[in-house]
């Protein structure tokens, strides 16, 4: 894309109607510069990072912490990497969002009255709300919120599991994506948090299908590896009103994608989803193998991967580096 044409894409189809305050003229060298920059920065705190990696789920404890991978891809396709952005890792609740879109696909807005929209200000494995709000989670981003969209597919196609591996590989562009059976397994395992919440959303009748199969498939969706340009490319469509900006499939409605941005912002990094809007300034979705994937609506997608955590479960050096990509490129919603 040209020097000029990132920011005044930006400028004109924006939903802020205004220009953002400092709109700096990118062009592919620029971009390219800039990855290197957070990349050397982020290399600069490999040594003092306090992040842990997700340790409770056990195949995830021997991940290396001090990685880092960044990906972005424009809405024309062009491709920019830094570091690790070619290697799998466990997409974890990334997912959430694709299985947010699958389910309201098939279940329509009917899907809004058994999962809420707000923000929990809770962890996401959480029990304590659902107790008060009879079995409907806060948001699909949360477990129990998961838990129940994975519910709403299981009741929408025959083979679950082949469907959604179908939509991530397309949406992808990457037929060689696939399961990680470690940390499938180790999740099946060692999900105890899950099978409690499930069980307690069913108890509320919040859920249809047999529990355990529920409970496959979550993991099943959580333990997928892709890299971070497969994840960028992954959610292109939230960037280009609902549509496939490489084939034109309309993947969802524009309405979905507006208001599946509107989700990601207030609930897609846990309960730093405050400071995440006042920081970096895009819908995003983490997981707790390390990813953050984010959109800049009408410009581009990106994704960085570093798997060492904060305390609220979110990649301590992705957020860093989103960060800082957001303070180098003027590039924000607000
Ligand atoms: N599979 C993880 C869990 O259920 C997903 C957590 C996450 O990435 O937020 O705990």
Known sequence: MGARTLAARFRCESIMRSPPQNPHDLSRHDLQDI???IHAEVRERFDTQ?????????????????????????????????????????????????????????????????????????????????EHESGIPRNPFINAGAIVVADVILSHYDDPEA?????????????????DDEVWESER?????????????????NIENDVQAVLDF??????LKMNCI?????????ADRGRC???????????????????????????????????????????????????????????????ALDDKGNSQLGAYALHRFTRMTGLSVF
């Not at 997409?91 to 879109?101: A, R």
């Not at 098939?106 to 707000?118: I, P």
């Not at 497969?230 to 939230?238: I, T, V």
């Open 35 to 37: 990855l290197s920059t």
């Open 230 to 238: 497969d994840l960028a490319r992954s959610l292109q469509f939230l």
């Open 163 to 179: 469907a959604f591996l179908e939509f991530m590989r397309e949406r992808a562009g990457n037929p060689d994506i696939g399961r």
């Open 50 to 130: 306090t992040g842990k990696v997700a340790d409770y789920i056990p195949a995830l404890a021997s991940v290396p912490r001090d990685t880092f991978g960044m990906a972005v891809v424009t809405l024309d396709g062009d491709v920019y990497t830094v570091g690790e952005a070619h290697a799998p890792f466990s997409i974890q609740s990334i997912s959430k969002v694709h299985t947010l879109t699958l389910a309201l696909d098939k279940a329509g807005d009917d899907l809004w009255k058994r999962v809420g929209r707000e923000p929990s200000g809770d962890p996401f494995n959480s029990l304590i709300q659902l």
């Open 245 to 307: 900006p490489s084939s034109g499939e309309q993947v969802t409605s524009i309405e979905r994608a507006r208001r599946t941005n509107a989700v990601m912002m207030t609930c897609g990094t846990y309960d730093a989803a405050g400071e995440f809007a006042f920081h970096v300034g895009l819908p995003a979705k983490s997981g707790v193998g390390g990813g953050i994937v984010a959109v800049v609506p009408h410009v581009l997608n990106l994704c960085v991967w570093s798997p």
């Open 218 to 223: 979550y993991y099943f969706q959580c333990a």
């Open 189 to 205: 395992k060692s999900g105890y948090r899950n099978v409690a919440l499930a069980n307690f959303i069913r108890s509320f009748g």
